[in-house]
């Protein structure tokens, strides 16, 4: 795609929709004059034609309001954690405990959900049933039927029914902490739980557990919060979508229950928006705690980052793919062990491969996160080099995704004038000096010389 293209593609997700739908009522926001409310992401000129048409029969009108935004807001373009129907396709569960095992640098995460998230599993006499577990099994996990009863006095079904994350760095001071055998539990010195939820609707819960006694630092728990409420929301808003489906097909539907609905969908699809764009953000502070980084790099270069696609004359859609990819340039970083960045001394071989490998394993990271697909080509070619000198795969010019070489020049700049711990940060008219040097180089010209014009403003 063309730098030209990527100026002409449509409006942001973030930008415009979510805000217009705070302030507009929903009688207006799927009226005639819906204006610039439309979004290739929310709804489309499809939809918006129809909307503008006197439709005799508003019912029928409804109807087709809803098909569209559930063609939108489908399971392909939510989470792909939901949906499940058969064994196997829980296993994806495992991957994630697994994941949040090695970002928080802990032992062992488990994932429950209530019973009607857990199809094809047999734990309907749970109220909790267990999902996804790092600890591995030797036999079929799901014929354990592990999990919890509502009459169980256990501190998980407790956190179940406040809605309120705890932490305990000893759960000997626990007395309603039952060990599960077949998850190494007795093993267990701290604990914390997370409620997955959307507001009042409850879902399921993640228990985080180390084998020694440790305090989870406070980016981490926010982190893993965030992750709660985005988990809890895009299976609420997947459960309204299915309920949604048959009242469509109920010939006796009311207009009355169809716009309730509708109301339904539509704020379920901001909050959506809001939690994903809220676990980006705590991801990259996450990030930035995991490399040991003095001031907020990675939000400092999505800043920068933004800055520079808007004297580039990007469109918003663009920029904010760019931003996203900004905060979550360095996202390897978070699966990779502390100590790694911690130690001053000379790096193993295996250490060094570990840090130098570190974009791939973010790209895989956000491959199974669905609506953070786009900015993956970005991140991915971050490090190519505008005379071809870079990688992964020595583009040139270019062939190097627009959004990348923004994301290079800004990472660059930001690195340089920022405290590091083995280096203090060089000042503004030395790190441009460095940059213009390098320029058509390492970087795009056409960047540096946005940069000058963003940070002499």
Same mark, same amino acid.
């Given at each position: 795609?063309?730098?030209?293209?990527?100026?002409?593609?449509?409006?942001?997700?973030?930008?415009?929709?979510?805000d217009?739908?705070?302030?507009?009522?929903?009688?207006?926001?799927?009226?005639?004059?819906?204006?610039?409310?439309?979004?290739?992401?929310?709804?489309?000129?499809?939809?918006?034609?129809?909307?503008?048409?006197?439709?005799k029969?508003?019912?029928?009108?409804?109807?087709?309001?809803?098909?569209?935004?559930?063609?939108?807001?489908?399971?392909?373009?939510?989470?792909?954690?939901? +949906?499940?129907?058969?064994?196997?396709?829980?296993?994806?569960?495992?991957? $994630?405990?697994? =994941?949040?095992?090695? %970002?928080? /640098? !802990?032992?062992?995460?488990?994932?429950?959900?209530?019973?009607?998230?857990?199809?094809?599993?047999?734990?309907e006499?749970?109220?909790?049933?267990?999902?996804?577990?790092?600890?591995?099994?030797?036999?079929?996990?799901?014929?354990?039927?592990?999990?919890?009863?509502?009459?169980?006095?256990?501190?998980?079904?407790?956190?179940?029914?406040?809605?309120?994350?705890?932490?305990?760095?000893?759960?000997?001071?626990?007395?309603?902490?039952?060990?599960?055998?077949?998850?190494?539990?007795?093993?267990?010195?701290?604990?914390?739980?997370?409620?997955?939820?959307?507001?009042?609707?409850?879902?399921?819960?993640?228990?985080?557990?180390t084998?020694?006694?440790?305090?989870?630092?406070?980016?981490?728990?926010?982190?893993?919060?965030?992750? +709660?409420?985005?988990?809890?929301?895009?299976?609420h808003?997947?459960?309204? $979508?299915?309920? =949604?489906?048959?009242? %469509?097909? /109920? !010939?006796n539907?009311?207009?009355?229950?169809?716009?309730?609905?509708?109301?339904?969908?539509?704020?379920?699809?901001?909050?959506?928006?809001?939690?994903?764009?809220?676990?980006?953000?705590?991801?990259?502070?996450?990030?930035?705690?995991?490399?040991?980084?003095?001031?907020?790099?990675?939000?400092?270069?999505?800043?920068?980052?933004?800055?520079?696609?808007?004297?580039?004359?990007?469109?918003?859609?663009?920029?904010?793919?760019?931003?996203?990819?900004?905060?979550?340039?360095?996202?390897?970083?978070?699966?990779?062990?502390?100590?790694?960045?911690?130690?001053?001394?000379?790096?193993?071989?295996?250490?060094?491969?570990?840090?130098q490998?570190?974009?791939?394993?973010?790209?895989?990271?956000?491959?199974?996160?669905?609506?953070?697909?786009?900015?993956i080509?970005?991140?991915?070619?971050?490090?190519?080099?505008?005379?071809?000198?870079?990688?992964?795969?020595?583009?040139?010019?270019?062939?190097?995704?627009?959004?990348?070489?923004?994301?290079?020049?800004?990472?660059?700049?930001?690195?340089?004038?920022?405290?590091?711990?083995?280096?203090?940060?060089?000042?503004?008219?030395?790190?441009?000096?460095?940059i213009?040097?390098?320029?058509?180089?390492?970087w795009?010209?056409?960047?540096?010389?946005?940069?000058?014009?963003?940070?002499?403003?």
């Amino acid at each position: 795609m063309t730098d030209r293209e990527e100026k002409e593609l449509g409006a942001s997700l973030f930008g415009k929709t979510l805000d217009l739908m705070e302030d507009d009522p929903l009688e207006e926001i799927f009226a005639l004059n819906i204006g610039d409310f439309i979004s290739e992401y929310l709804i489309s000129e499809d939809l918006a034609n129809k909307i503008g048409k006197d439709m005799k029969n508003k019912t029928e009108r409804i109807k087709s309001q809803l098909k569209e935004l559930i063609s939108i807001y489908s399971l392909d373009n939510t989470l792909c954690v939901l +949906g499940f129907s058969s064994q196997d396709e829980y296993v994806v569960y495992n991957s $994630i405990a697994k =994941t949040l095992t090695q %970002i928080l /640098d !802990i032992d062992a995460c488990h994932i429950y959900l209530t019973n009607e998230f857990t199809k094809g599993l047999s734990l309907e006499d749970k109220l909790l049933g267990l999902v996804g577990s790092s600890v591995d099994f030797d036999e079929d996990m799901y014929a354990k039927k592990i999990g919890y009863t509502q009459k169980d006095k256990s501190i998980v079904v407790e956190t179940f029914n406040s809605l309120k994350p705890i932490q305990r760095s000893n759960v000997a001071e626990i007395n309603n902490f039952t060990p599960i055998y077949e998850l190494r539990e007795f093993d267990v010195k701290s604990l914390a739980i997370v409620p997955i939820h959307n507001n009042a609707h409850v879902v399921g819960v993640i228990v985080i557990e180390t084998y020694k006694e440790k305090v989870i630092k406070d980016v981490y728990m926010q982190l893993i919060e965030t992750i +709660g409420r985005l988990f809890g929301t895009s299976m609420h808003l997947q459960k309204v $979508i299915e309920e =949604t489906e048959s009242v %469509i097909e /109920d !010939i006796n539907v009311t207009e009355k229950d169809l716009q309730y609905r509708r109301a339904e969908l539509t704020a379920l699809i901001g909050d959506l928006g809001t939690q994903q764009q809220a676990f980006v953000e705590k991801l990259a502070k996450a990030v930035d705690e995991k490399g040991q980084y003095k001031v907020a790099h990675s939000q400092n270069t999505a800043e920068l980052s933004k800055k520079l696609c808007k004297q580039l004359g990007l469109n918003e859609k663009t920029t904010d793919l760019v931003y996203y990819a900004g905060l979550l340039q360095n996202i390897g970083k978070i699966t990779l062990p502390e100590s790694l960045f911690t130690n001053k001394g000379t790096l193993s071989k295996e250490e060094w491969e570990k840090l130098q490998n570190h974009p791939n394993v973010g790209v895989s990271l956000l491959m199974n996160i669905n609506f953070l697909s786009e900015v993956i080509p970005y991140i991915h070619y971050h490090k190519e080099r505008w005379n071809g000198g870079g990688e992964p795969e020595g583009l040139k010019g270019n062939s190097i995704p627009f959004g990348s070489r923004i994301i290079a020049v800004a990472d660059a700049y930001t690195a340089m004038t920022s405290d590091r711990s083995y280096r203090s940060a060089m000042n503004k008219e030395k790190a441009l000096e460095i940059i213009k040097e390098e320029a058509g180089i390492k970087w795009d010209p056409n960047v540096v010389n946005a940069l000058f014009e963003v940070v002499s403003k």
